[in-house]
C-alpha cells in the first residue's frame, strides 16, 4: 500500500477519535508532579457517539434499544492551566474487571472506562476502587436536565444546553460548565467540581467551550 495513503488513514483515524470522544484538545502536562485544582466531569451525550462509527464498535452503549442518553466519559483531574495525564501510580496502569463492573451502568463500554484510569485516574493519587467512586459520586451529584430525558429539540444553542444545568443544578455557575462540539455537533458537557466534588469556576475549561448556536442535538 501507497506510504502517503498509510499516513493518511493513520491521521483521519485519531481525527475521528477525536471527534467521537471528545476528548481535551489542550496540551496536557506528563506528570503529576504537583497537586492538581480541580476535576472535570465530562458527560457525554450517547446517541452523538453512536452516529459516529466509533459508537458503532460499542455493542454495549450503541446496541438497539440501548436508549443512553448522557453517559459519564471520565472524571479528569486538571490544573488551573492544563492536565495531568498517563501518570505513574502505584496502583498500575490497569483496571479490574470486577472494578470496572460496577461502572458500566453509567460508563457502558469497559474500554473507555480502562484508559479512563490509565490517561485521567492514575494522575489523582487514588487506587482504582476509589477513583471509581469518585466518578459514581461525581456523577450521582449532578442533576440531568428534565429537557433531555425523552424527546430532545433538534438543535440548541450551546448556551442554552448550559443554561439547562445551571437551572437544575443548585450552585452550579455558568463559569463552572463548557460545552464540548466536535465537527459542530452536540457532544459532551463538562462540569467543573473542585476536590470535594462541588461545582466551582474553571477559566480555561470555560474558554475552551463551544459557544456555537443552533447545534445539532443527535436524537435518542
Known amino acids: 500500500m501507497n506510504r502517503r495513503l498509510v499516513q493518511w488513514g493513520v491521521i483521519a483515524l485519531a481525527i475521528a477519535i477525536a471527534v467521537a470522544t471528545g476528548w481535551q484538545n489542550d496540551q496536557p502536562h506528563e506528570s503529576a508532579d504537583q497537586p492538581f485544582d480541580f476535576y472535570v466531569l465530562a458527560l457525554s451525550w450517547s446517541p452523538a457517539y453512536c452516529a459516529t462509527e466509533a459508537g458503532q464498535r460499542s455493542p454495549l452503549q450503541c446496541a438497539s434499544g440501548a436508549n443512553y442518553g448522557f453517559v459519564t466519559?471520565?472524571?479528569w483531574p486538571q490544573f488551573e492551566d492544563g492536565w495531568p495525564s498517563f501518570c505513574q501510580s502505584p496502583h498500575g496502569d490497569s483496571m479490574p474487571?470486577?472494578?470496572?463492573n460496577t461502572l458500566l451502568d453509567i460508563m457502558p463500554d469497559r474500554g473507555l472506562i480502562e484508559h479512563q484510569w490509565d490517561?485521567?485516574?492514575?494522575c489523582t493519587?487514588?487506587?482504582?476502587?476509589?477513583y471509581a467512586d469518585l466518578i459514581r459520586d461525581a456523577g450521582d451529584r449532578i442533576t440531568l436536565p428534565s429537557l433531555f430525558d425523552g424527546t430532545t429539540p433538534a438543535r440548541l444553542d450551546a448556551d442554552a444546553i448550559e443554561a439547562t444545568f445551571?437551572?437544575?443544578?443548585?450552585?452550579?455557575r455558568r463559569d463552572a460548565i463548557a460545552i464540548s462540539c466536535p465537527g459542530g455537533r452536540f457532544a459532551e458537557v463538562r462540569l467543573c467540581l473542585d476536590t470535594t466534588l462541588t461545582p466551582r469556576a474553571c477559566a480555561q475549561v470555560d474558554r475552551n467551550g463551544c459557544r456555537?448556536?443552533?447545534l445539532p442535538i443527535a436524537a435518542r
Do not use: C, E, Y
Not at 125 to 130: P, R, S, V
Open 125 to 130: 493519587g487514588f487506587d482504582q476502587q476509589t
Open 212 to 214: 456555537q448556536a443552533n
Open 97 to 100: 474487571d470486577d472494578i470496572a
Open 73 to 75: 466519559h471520565g472524571l
Open 119 to 122: 490517561r485521567h485516574g492514575t
Open 166 to 172: 445551571v437551572d437544575a443544578n443548585s450552585g452550579l
